[in-house]
């Protein structure tokens, strides 16, 4: 796939800081290449929770969004490592972003104002509508999470840097994955995922062509490029893999000449 750039690989987790609560628990820790956030096997929701978030940054990246740097490190039991509550993590890969400067959405307009990319909100629509992404804002507002969406602080002093992250529940919305994402519902689910009210507003109909030339150019190699590369521990068996890659290519070939239809009906 194209956009890669230099991959950020730690080696090895020196330490653990603090264990976290939401849904995968994940682990604030110290490596040999800066401080992270780790999601690690034997979390509650399961392994197939790391393979959407690897596949969502990973798909993020490619549709031209700023994201966290990532890696698939392995734990070993070694190191001691134990999710809030107590319980050890599993030991293999684990799926790791490194810490940036900022935080959560607090849901203001104002906020926004001080994005320097605020056209990327508009990719990060699609990029939601794309991977079926409930964890924004889902369909109709019945899941509104202002804090996935990342205001980093690597930006001009008062300014802030939207980034995509946390993609662990894409595609099944947290449920396991199974071959059925492979079929024609998912892949013509007709709903936008991830417009916020006040995304709305804020719709880039230039930044929108572009994603949608751009979800036009994506081929089935790509996607089986990256449902390839997913750790045989996380129990994504061949047939959902492939049902992984089925529905991406076709859902993408199906945005890509309708999703700015949806968004802004009166551009392009």
Request: glycine letters at 10%; proline letters at 7%.
């Amino acid at each position: 796939m194209s956009r890669s750039r230099d991959p950020w690989q730690p080696t090895r987790i020196l330490r653990q800081e603090i264990g976290l609560g939401t849904g995968t628990r994940p682990i604030k820790v110290v490596t040999d290449r800066a401080k992270a956030y780790l999601k690690a096997m034997g979390n509650p929701e399961g392994p197939h929770v790391l393979a959407c978030d690897l596949l969502g940054t990973q798909l993020a990246r490619w549709l031209g969004l700023p994201t966290f740097d990532f890696a698939v490190i392995e734990v070993k039991a070694e190191y001691g490592l134990r999710f809030l509550g107590g319980e050890p993590v599993t030991p293999g890969p684990a799926f790791l972003t490194r810490e940036d400067a900022g935080d959560g959405w607090g849901g203001s307009d104002r906020q926004l104002d001080q994005l320097i990319n605020p056209e990327d909100l508009t990719r990060l629509v699609i990029l939601d509508t794309w991977i079926l992404n409930c964890d924004r804002y889902a369909p109709g507002g019945s899941r509104i999470n202002w804090r996935n969406v990342f205001l980093s602080e690597q930006a001009p002093a008062g300014r802030f840097l939207v980034r995509a992250m946390d993609h662990s529940h894409c595609f099944t919305c947290g449920r396991p994955l199974t071959p059925r994402i492979g079929h024609i519902d998912p892949i013509r689910d007709e709903r936008i995922y991830g417009l916020f009210p006040e995304f709305r507003p804020r719709l880039d109909s230039t930044a929108g062509l572009e994603a949608a030339r751009r979800l036009g150019e994506f081929r089935r190699s790509d996607a089986d490029s990256l449902t390839q590369g997913i750790p045989q521990e996380w129990d994504v068996d061949r047939a959902t893999r492939d049902a992984l890659a089925q529905f991406l290519t076709s859902r993408a070939a199906f945005l890509g000449a309708s999703i700015m239809d949806k968004l802004c009906p009166n551009e392009g």
